[in-house]
T-cell receptor, first 115, second 113 residues
Framework: KQEVTQIPAALSVPEGENLVLNCSFT??????LQWFRQDPGKGLTSLLL?????REQTSGRLNASLDKSSGRSTLYIAASQPGDSATYLC??????????????FGTGTLLAVQP | ETGVTQSPTHLIKTRGQQVTLRCSSQ?????VSWYQQALGQGPQFIFQ???????GRGNFPPRFSGLQFPNYSSELNVNALELDDSALYLC????????????FGNGTRLTVT
């Protein structure tokens, strides 16, 4: 059974700092991995999607890496801003063959960027 | 292009009642998934619909049921509500079942008393 873990559960940093959020998964047979952002009481916003054959994806100040063999992904945020404050969730699609359509989420990292 | 919209935004029901939640998928998306997110937890997969057929189901009892319509909008129905059903219910749409990013709505906050 796939389990997705995110460390740390909460993080507080001063504005301008670079930071890394970690995601680990127990079963490396993933199809892809996605990083999402969730603002309080809101839905999820897709940030980056990495296919299992890829090593990293970049969007603006965000860079996500994937090491499938070790079951790890990181989300790097450069030059953090107070507007980056939110909960960040990673999620994996499993590759068990056929229509694999169940996204398995971690419990998230709550990020606070202090001005 | 319009995003995923869900209605209502908030709902309060009594234990034992039934509830219907609605979702309009993003334009051009033929796949809709529903997730339940309890407070402080990551979302849990309920089921997915692809071209009006159920395309996978998570570990939820049969009292959780759904529909997808020809315009790809969707409903989630929950019968015999229990206190533990209190959660944020999220709808997500995508171009295909797994090959593309999920686009989530803002969710419906259901409180069962």
């Amino acid at each position: 059974k796939q389990e997705v873990t995110q460390i740390p559960a909460a993080l507080s940093v001063p504005e301008g700092e670079n930071l890394v959020l970690n995601c680990s998964f127990t079963d490396s047979a993933i199809y892809n991995l996605q990083w999402f952002r969730q603002d309080p009481g809101k839905g999820l916003t897709s940030l980056l999607l990495i296919q299992s054959s890829q090593r990293e994806q970049t969007s603006g100040r965000l860079n996500a890496s994937l090491d499938k063999s070790s079951g790890r992904s990181t989300l790097y945020i450069a030059a953090s801003q107070p507007g980056d404050s939110a909960t960040y969730l990673c999620a994996v699609y499993m590759n068990y063959g056929g229509a694999t359509n169940k996204l398995i989420f971690g419990t998230g990292t709550l990020l606070a960027v202090q001005p | 292009e319009t995003g995923v919209t869900q209605s209502p935004t908030h709902l309060i029901k009594t234990r034992g009642q039934q509830v219907t939640l609605r979702c309009s998928s993003q334009s051009g998306h033929n796949t809709v998934s529903w997730y339940q997110q309890a407070l402080g937890q990551g979302p849990q997969f309920i089921f997915q619909y692809y071209r009006e057929e159920e395309n996978g189901r998570g570990n939820f009892p049969p009292r959780f049921s759904g529909l997808q319509f020809p315009n790809y909008s969707s409903e989630l129905n929950v019968n015999a509500l229990e206190l533990d059903d209190s959660a944020l219910y999220l709808c997500a749409s995508s171009l295909e079942p797994r090959d593309s990013p999920l686009h989530f709505g803002n969710g419906t906050r259901l409180t069962v008393t």
